[in-house]
């Protein structure tokens, strides 16, 4: 893919140093109560910058809401955000800090491959929020302080019952390959944090050859899954293979006819990792912002806007959807080696689904 390459090119051309990791940075002595969440940022600087940009790889109309909410609750800070593919957004970064042009202030990024080589080339900026404390250790960075997982996505399958019956949907990975479901199954393409999530955690348990098989299927692969399911909405495709469980949760709360599977063998799920980038131009803005969205009022905002999962245990699910406790997560225990993965999965997937592109 053209932006992926413009993503390495990028990379390469980097000369950073990388800002020094302090490992012993400390959370402020007396963070600030304010109505629902403790701040260590100068609230009064913050509303001073007046802004505050995100740069994000959810969809726009959910981004806006969350934004929104933020808005709410300091009025005088104006939010804007950028919406790309996580391979795309990365490539956009990165060509940004080459020209030394420093545009965003907090960066969501759903590959965590692309996060870990972020920090490692000192692109965010160490913040302790108070906050963070209610976060399991393996959803910081180490040192902590550079990100935090924002939330939890799934993958599993999504169907239209209105073109599939229930009883003959399939209720396993496996079940994908039977040529009934030729050329009638989307996917995401290999920008996707989620879908090299599916790749990376599946193929140990169905090996190569399942994949092999599967581009036999000829997928159709797209950028959102906003896309993904207006297709299965439209009848354009009857199968999302790594279907988004936050988008089946909007569009099924819309009234549109979709099913969603769990498999026994279980969801691949990542993380949509949040950080402060490094020399942003709003960075007492970015503090406050990161404290209220990693709090239980910011989470919340974030459920109600976009219907994802906190990793926060006294953050409730998503409206409508199945609690984290009660799914089969299929999580990278390395993440270090799911970031050398990456060109493997993009050479594959690109070729699984390319002739179609």
Not at 99 to 121: E, N, T, W
Not at 330 to 338: E, G, K, R
């Amino acid at each position: 893919m053209k932006l992926l390459a413009a993503a390495s090119v990028a990379a390469c051309a980097l000369a950073w140093t990388g800002m020094a990791f302090a490992e012993g940075a400390k959370l402020c002595d007396k963070p600030r109560q304010m109505e629902g969440f403790k701040t260590c940022a100068d609230v009064d600087k913050a509303e001073a910058e007046g802004a505050f940009v995100l740069y994000s790889t959810d969809p726009e109309q959910g981004q806006a809401k969350l934004l929104a909410a933020f808005n709410k609750a300091f009025p005088k800070i104006k939010t804007n955000y950028v919406r790309l593919q996580a391979g795309a957004l990365y490539a956009k970064v990165l060509s940004e800090r080459q020209a030394k042009s420093y545009l965003v202030d907090v960066i969501q990024i759903s590959d965590m491959g692309m996060i870990l080589d972020f920090q490692k080339r000192g692109g965010f900026r160490q913040y302790l929020s108070p906050e963070m404390a209610a976060f399991k250790p393996e959803y910081k960075s180490t040192p902590e302080g550079f990100f935090t997982w924002g939330s939890i996505i799934m993958a599993g399958i999504a169907y239209n019952p209105k073109d599939v019956p229930a009883a003959e949907a399939p209720k396993k990975w496996e079940d994908l390959l039977d040529p009934k479901w030729k050329d009638s199954i989307n996917v995401k393409v290999s920008n996707s944090g989620l879908q090299h999530g599916v790749w990376y955690m599946l193929k140990p348990i169905l090996g190569m050859d399942y994949f092999k098989k599967f581009a036999e299927q000829k997928p159709r692969a797209f950028d959102s899954y906003v896309q993904q399911y207006g297709r299965l909405v439209d009848g354009q495709d009857k199968i999302i293979m790594g279907a988004q469980y936050s988008g089946y949760i909007e569009f099924k709360a819309k009234g549109a006819p979709l099913g969603f599977v769990f498999p026994e063998t279980g969801v691949p799920a990542v993380p949509e990792t949040y950080g402060i980038v490094a020399d942003g131009p709003h960075p007492h803005a970015s503090e406050l912002f990161m404290d209220w969205f990693l709090s239980p009022v910011g989470q919340k905002a974030l459920s109600d806007a976009l219907l994802l999962h906190s990793p926060r245990p006294d953050v409730p699910a998503p409206a409508g959807s199945v609690p984290l406790k009660d799914m089969k997560l299929l999580t990278p225990a390395d993440w270090n080696a799911f970031e050398k993965d990456r060109p493997e999965f993009a050479k594959e997937w690109d070729r699984i689904v390319g002739a179609r592109r």
